[in-house]
């Protein structure tokens, strides 16, 4: 079955199923009106382990919501999630949660391995569902662009799960960017040093599906194969390129995504990933992916983003070299505990010293300095001429202005805001600011440094236009069939 075909059969779902649209309220970007009058929000949770667990409380936690559905392919989640909502239907195949229950469920909240994000959530959609996805927001290129149009069509309240979008330092960073303290950027690097990458051989032969899996429903719309243990589930899908987006799909979302926002980028003109040749089977476990992106009002009149992941990442560069100057205050509110962001996350959460490079950030280069902004709770702080420079004046300034008040340093605090927007904005009382408008276009241009990866030094050209590649040989990447199941 192909992405059409799929797609078509939840759209006739959607018309043959006695049901009033729930939601129907726009994000920002549109500029329309709907009215809605729910007092109260049913979800529906696809995923409820893991990530998802994590996802089900901070969603539930909102005084509005009533979680009505919870579904998971995983006996072993779906009876933990249930003891914690006794009074949810629970089922393992979202098809038949949607079919009998689509006229109960207002949101859907798709907390899946990536493969699945784009199936449900299309799904939902074509159910007239406001959809809450985790990052990335899909597997294929194709399917980020399908969601996009499919919500601005619907009008559909949308948000994609990169949590900390909505938490301060970010929120900072974007408004210093913009009132252009380090003047026009004309370079970005991030990096990160997890390894969602795999360079080992293709296991082989198969192992006994545990009775509390579903592995046909794990799959879903991926190909057909054999199981073997602690290789897919629950853990090491993300390294497998038929499931997840490695290393620059998991942590490149987050770390993308305040540069991203802050100097309104679009996709990319150019893509290039820097490492080995591809196996057909896990990711690279070490890449560097340089992006030429065209100018923004925030931008020299072309952007290059180099972005780097792995064991070591990154390289020394000029561009990345620190002061060893305590002279500047420092943010003294550092996190009370651990991050849980997500599983096994490992961010560095401590006062970084000064001249060391932050585990995980970006760094922006303007013309009138660099911007470091650590990942995450942290300040960002200004470096010129080899000095750090005291920009608590514009902070206070734009503290005020925007009333953002003050840092917490609290992710058990912070970590439910971005979800409880979303809830907020179903209910008619706020908008997302992660809508799919804008996190399918983020989504799209981490895909793309992916797909770089199977065509290793070779620097790609992509047609925002036509959304294709000029090199017709990796337009065969920007999607899949769908298999029947």
Known sequence: MDKREFLKKSAILASSTAIIPSIMVSCKEEKKEVPVELKRLRTAHIGVGNMGNEDLRDISSHAKVDVVALCDVDANYLTAASK???????????????????????????????????????????????????????????EARAMRKLAAEKNLVTQMGIQVHSFYDYKLATLLIQSGIIGKVHTVRAWSPKNWGYDGPVPEGKDPIPATLDWNLWLGTSATRDFKEATYHPGNWRKLVDYGCGTLGDMGVHIFDTPYNALALDVPMTIKNECREPNGFGYPENNVVTYEFPGTKYTAEKLTWIWSDGPGAPELHEDLKLPNDSSIPKDDTTPKEEASLEDKMSLDTKEVPDGTLPDQGAMFIGEKGR?????????????????????????????????????????????????????????GEAECTAPFSYAGRLTETILLGVIAGRFPNETLHWNNETAKFDEEKANQFLGSKYRKF
Not at 118 to 142: E, F, G, I, R
Not at 405 to 427: N, T
Request: proline share 7%; net charge negative.
């Open 84 to 142: 914690l909502h006794p009074n949810a239907k629970t089922y393992t195949d979202y098809r038949t949660m949607f079919k009998e229950m689509a006229d109960e469920i207002d949101a859907v909240i798709v907390s899946t391995p990536d493969h699945t994000h784009a199936p449900a959530s299309m799904w939902a959609m074509n159910l007239d569902k406001a959809v809450y996805c985790q990052k990335p927001l899909t597997h294929h290129v194709t």
């Open 371 to 427: 911007l470091l902004l650590p990942h995450f709770m942290q300040l960002p702080r200004k470096i010129v001429d080899g000095k750090y420079v005291d920009i608590s004046a514009e902070i206070s300034a734009l503290e005020k202005e925007n009333n953002m008040g003050k840092p917490i340093r609290d992710y058990a605090s912070e970590g439910p805001k971005h979800y409880h927007q979303f809830v907020d904005a179903c209910l």
